[in-house]
């Protein structure tokens, strides 16, 4: 068995994992940063994190009921005669 060849392998390996835990650590601290400032925006518009699965379905709620009355309020008559 080649030793030295073997220490050396052992060394780029642990070398491998040194710079992968750093890529790790450095996305985990952008992930981190992201995760603050989505919390901060959240905050502004007065929206609690855990309350923000209720906010999404209230506000497409609400997208949905537009879209409707508007669909309601366009002249189908007219367009219809047109197209």
Known sequence: MDYEKELNSLKEDL???????????ARLEQLNQQE????????KLGIKPEE??????????E??????EANQLL??????KKG
């Open 15 to 25: 070398e491998k994992a040194k710079n992968l835990k750093y890529k790790a650590e």
């Open 36 to 43: 603050q400032e989505i919390i901060n925006e959240l905050n």
């Open 52 to 61: 923000l699965e209720n906010e999404i379905e209230k506000l497409t709620k």
């Open 63 to 68: 997208i949905k009921e537009l879209f409707q």
């Open 75 to 80: 002249p189908k008559d007219l367009l219809e």
